[in-house]
């Protein structure tokens, strides 16, 4: 079955840290990866995006991500945390019956100072 | 930039009652869709439009219906609203042209309490 697994539903951190958020999807969706970020009460906002050429992927506020293809991965990383990333962070893919979108369950990020 | 706007941020409704959610976006797309989303559950799909007219059941179509009369807005129905659709919904539109096709447009989102 096509999925999106994010292994952490919760990441406490201090605020300068770094952050690390893990995401991992099965080799039958397509290799379109994105990250979502989802403040309290707000809806989903992109943060990155990877469709095709460098593995690198780097987004908004700071966060980046890599694509592993050999490890299925799709982590991202932001090297020092502040207290406005707290919020919470979707992976998803297509693979939908409809072309939708799948996300994972989403990790909360919690900064603290 | 492209804005996806739902009718209400909070609402309250009570048990049987019938519950309209609205939702516009400004950018021609031609898909939208409605989802849920439920603590640990993540978002899973109730229902998709890719045209006007056009509607096809997502991951869990039951108690909900909706409405795509014009290609801006697509309206989420609850027939006889219940405890269980106690949620957030989201509404979310794409174009459907290249590789943007992928990347979907969520509206802030309409927190749902059924009483």
């Known amino acids: 079955a096509q999925s999106v697994t994010q292994l952490d539903s919760q990441v406490p951190v201090f605020e300068e840290a770094p952050v690390e958020l893990r995401c991992n999807y099965s080799s039958s969706v397509s290799v379109y990866l994105f990250w979502y970020v989802q403040y309290p009460n707000q809806g989903l906002q992109l943060l990155l995006k990877?469709?095709?050429?460098?593995?690198l992927v780097k987004g908004i506020n700071g966060f980046e991500a890599e694509f592993n293809k050999s490890q299925t991965s799709f982590h991202l990383r932001k090297p020092s945390v502040h207290i406005s990333d707290t919020a919470e962070y979707f992976c998803?893919?297509?693979?939908?019956?409809?072309?939708?979108?799948?996300f994972g369950k989403g990790t909360k990020l919690s900064v603290k100072p | 930039d492209v804005k996806v706007t739902q009718s209400s941020r909070y609402l309250v409704k009570r048990t049987g009652e019938k519950v309209f959610l609205e939702c516009v976006q400004d950018?021609?797309?031609?898909?939208m869709f409605w989802y849920r989303q439920d603590p640990g559950l993540g978002l899973r799909l109730i229902y998709f439009?890719?045209?006007?007219?056009?509607?096809e059941k997502g991951d869990i179509p039951e108690g909900y219906s909706v409405s795509r009369e014009k290609k801006e807005r697509f309206s989420l129905i609850l027939e006889s609203a219940s405890t269980n659709q106690t949620s957030m919904y989201l509404c979310?539109?794409?174009?459907?042209?290249?590789?943007?096709?992928?990347?979907?447009?969520f509206g802030p989102g309409t927190r749902l309490t059924v009483t």
């Open positions: 998803a893919a297509p693979g939908g019956s409809q072309g939708n979108l799948i």
């Open positions: 990877y469709l095709s050429g460098s593995t």
């Open positions: 979310a539109s794409r174009p459907v042209v290249g590789l943007a096709a992928y990347e979907q447009y």
């Open positions: 439009s890719y045209d006007v007219k056009m509607k």
């Open positions: 950018m021609d797309h031609e898909n």
